[in-house]
């Protein structure tokens, strides 16, 4: 196919447009068009409406010369008047290559009057309208296109898509020239035969709202959930193979779901002593594969979740909050099962770069700006090094890194050797190593080393042009900390680590609560931009339910139970779970996230909250219910992209449950809080559990019960050994 088809497809998605587009000019002289009354141009499309609005997609394009809307019914109904077709662009937040394509627009002058005197230009926070965000995956299944963003997409003042076209942020350059050719045949189609375009978008429109309400009864749930929810899980360690260094399926990000769901396998001692094997085997590869490479950036400590090519050897270098905490409670759950405490150390770097970077003024955790450094920026050859470090400390560093005159990127990596010379960071070697080879102890080197890491860090930060530093709390952020704080008490027994997560929740429900209804940011503005979807309740519900078991105070169950009710009266809808609660929609779409599309879904995260409420008593409402706890066969063939509801399924079906007396001794409620999160579901005692106060009885998923009264018992019945 020519880039020409390719091209064409892309814009036009269905067939039916492209009849518009071929045969419209046609039309206009056969048929006569009649008058209508002239365009109202309301004085909001004059001018840019998104300065004042929250989030780092809205306030990068605060001084933007497009006259940028919101994402509102109000915003179609004055593209109604003016006769004009909507211009959405689609972006998430955390991936910064948005603001290049946005720049390029606008930095064109002919194209920026062509998008403010033809459309109404609507900027999409997909992060925060996260339905809008799901939708670019089926917008682009009808072109056979990956989900790529941004995606410019253009709509009837009816909210219905006539064409799409996603436009990869780090392909600038052909920005202005895609738009082009779009703008040409869609605004000629429009002028032509406008009822004819309304009319076939709405059929379109129509015909994809059918589609996604059958998706959940085309993924079939498993008749033995059990059973197969363990063959998903050897599926998962199938697809890691130990020669190649590969795993299949997981793409160029950091695997967290898979680490998060092996460890917790590992973990299991109701799963087979073979898969638990399997599980730990695989763990301890992919460790021996990420902890030395550069997704671990040796200078500040942080992690980079996305790669380019096909091993770890070059980083994607661009960073968020979200996804380095998700990454946090991953790790910890692969310290816990393997014992590694190199892998520790990671996640409490990770965790402290998060801190000194994410948390805003006001003691929440903000987003992060999401800008994409340079490659070469972060790339290093041996004569930089060599100006930046003492000669003393050069050589260990070279041989701790791997540094190469001729560059250390495979040439898989880099084929065209773009970056020649160069190489990444990644220490091939702990500081108690390195000291070794140099004669010092651990205690007298470390200082060294760190003072090496400062001075190229700072040259680091030299090249690169100085970033604004996002200082609006974000919801979702927040409360995916919270869950880190409580994993790095589990894993540490730190209970500085606890404490930050009890304060931090407490904090989040003042700043994004408004009575029952949760906000994206703490700033309150149009439901429609950040009105809380149902991944926010999900991480809100999580996050709550992480503080409980690591406190062992159920008092803020409450809270966990009105948001279950709250979730369940806004999204569970006519047979499946919605995504855009109604106060919020602006476009008729069921939208529903079974897909671990950017993260984890809602529905992974609700099945396994609804597992761990059902265990202390508290079920979600039966409608909600039904439809969390399926487990679609799909898991089975694509596991990867499903690691969620494994998880959920693992800890449904095959996790012990603990329920604590009213007097157990302190050391032992220690051990109980400092179990690995969501492995082993928690519960006080009643006077239905007929125990001692001062014991613990194990619940087991076969139906047997132990009684333990000692941290030691404790521990062996629980906790299988690394």
């Avoid at 470090?389 to 773009?418: C, F, I, K, Y």
């Avoid at 609660?581 to 995260?605: H, K, N």
Wanted: aromatic fraction near 6%; proline fraction near 6%; charge should be negative.
């Amino acid at each position: 196919m020519s880039m020409n088809d390719d091209f064409r497809r892309a814009v036009l998605g269905l067939g039916g447009v492209a009849v518009v587009l071929s045969t419209a000019s046609c039309r206009e002289r056969e048929v006569a068009v009649e008058e209508g009354p002239p365009p109202v141009i309301a004085a909001e499309l004059n001018s840019n409406q998104v300065a004042d609005l929250p989030g780092e997609v809205y306030r990068s394009q605060a001084g933007s010369p497009v006259c940028w809307q919101p994402w509102s019914k109000e915003s179609f109904e004055r593209a109604r008047a003016a006769q004009r077709m909507v211009l959405a662009v689609i972006a998430l937040p955390q991936y910064g290559g948005f603001q290049k394509v946005l720049e390029e627009l606008q930095a064109n002058p002919t194209l920026l009057a062509t998008i403010n005197d033809n459309y109404v230009p609507v900027l999409v926070d997909g992060d925060a309208a996260r339905e809008m965000g799901l939708l670019t995956a089926d917008l682009a299944a009808e072109i056979n296109r990956s989900v790529q963003l941004p995606m410019f997409v253009w709509l009837t003042p009816d909210r219905n898509p006539v064409a799409w076209i996603p436009v990869p942020g780090g392909e600038t350059g052909k920005v202005c020239e895609l738009f082009d050719k779009s703008h040409a045949m869609v605004i000629e189609s429009w002028g032509n035969n406008r009822e004819y375009v309304n009319a076939n978008s709405a059929m379109d429109s129509a015909n994809r709202l059918e589609r996604m309400k059958k998706r959940r009864n085309v993924d079939i749930a498993s008749k033995e959930p059990a059973e197969d929810v363990v063959r998903s899980i050897r599926q998962l360690t199938s697809l890691y193979d130990p020669v190649s260094r590969s795993f299949d399926e997981a793409g160029g990000l950091f695997p967290t779901g898979g680490l998060e769901t092996l460890s917790s396998a590992a973990l299991c001692q109701a799963l087979p002593a073979e898969v638990r094997a399997r599980c730990l085997r695989t763990v301890r590869e992919l460790m021996i594969d990420l902890l030395p490479s550069p997704m671990f950036d040796p200078l500040d400590g942080g992690l980079y979740t996305a790669r380019r090519g096909g091993d770890w050897s070059l980083p994607a270098f661009e960073r968020d909050a979200n996804r380095q905490a998700l990454a946090v409670v991953a790790l910890c759950l692969a310290y816990q099962a393997t014992g590694d405490e190199v892998v520790l150390d990671r996640a409490m770097g990770v965790l402290a770069y998060l801190e000194s970077h994410y948390a805003t003024s006001d003691g929440l955790f903000a987003l992060g700006a999401g800008v994409t450094t340079p490659i070469r920026a972060s790339l290093w050859t041996l004569e930089e090094v060599n100006a930046v470090l003492p000669a003393e400390d050069v050589s260990w560093w070279v041989a701790a890194t791997r540094m190469h005159g001729l560059g250390n990127l495979p040439s898989e990596v880099d084929p065209q050797r773009d970056f020649f010379r160069c190489n990444s960071f990644g220490m091939k070697e702990s500081v108690p190593q390195i000291a070794a080879r140099l004669g010092l102890s651990p205690e007298e080197f470390k200082p060294r080393y760190e003072a090496a890491c400062k001075r190229l860090l700072e040259a680091r930060q030299a090249r690169t042009p100085g970033r604004r530093k996002d200082q609006q709390a974000h919801a979702p952020t927040t409360f995916r900390m919270v869950s880190a704080y409580a994993a790095a008490f589990t894993a540490t027994g730190d209970e500085s680590y606890r404490d930050r997560a009890v304060a931090l929740l407490n904090k989040a429900r003042k700043a994004f609560s408004d009575g029952r209804e949760l906000w994206q940011y703490s700033q309150r503005t149009i439901p429609s931009v950040s009105v809380g979807r149902a991944f926010l309740y999900s991480l809100a519900l999580q996050a709550s339910l992480d503080v409980c078991d690591v406190t062992g105070d159920e008092s803020g169950l409450s809270w966990a139970d009105d948001l279950a009710t709250t979730a369940a009266e806004l999204f569970a809808k006519d047979g499946f779970l919605k995504e855009c609660p109604d106060s919020a929609q602006v476009m008729d779409l069921p939208v529903t996230d079974l897909t671990m599309l950017f993260d984890e879904s809602s529905a992974g995260l609700i099945s396994a909250n609804e597992s761990r409420m059902a265990v202390r008593g508290r079920p979600l409402v039966e409608s909600f219910t039904a439809q969390a706890i399926a487990l679609p066969l799909v898991t089975l063939k694509s596991p990867i992209l499903h690691t969620d509801l494994i998880v959920a399924t693992l800890a449904r079906h095959h996790a012990p449950a603990v329920v604590v007396g009213g007097e157990v001794p302190a050391e032992l409620n220690t051990a109980i809080a400092r179990l690995p999160l969501r492995v082993v579901n928690r519960r006080s005692a009643t006077a239905k559990d007929e125990m001692p106060a001062t014991a613990v009885k194990i619940l087991r998923p076969d139906g047997s019960t132990q009684l333990v009264e000692t941290v030691e018992s404790f521990q062996q019945a629980l906790l299988p050994a690394p």
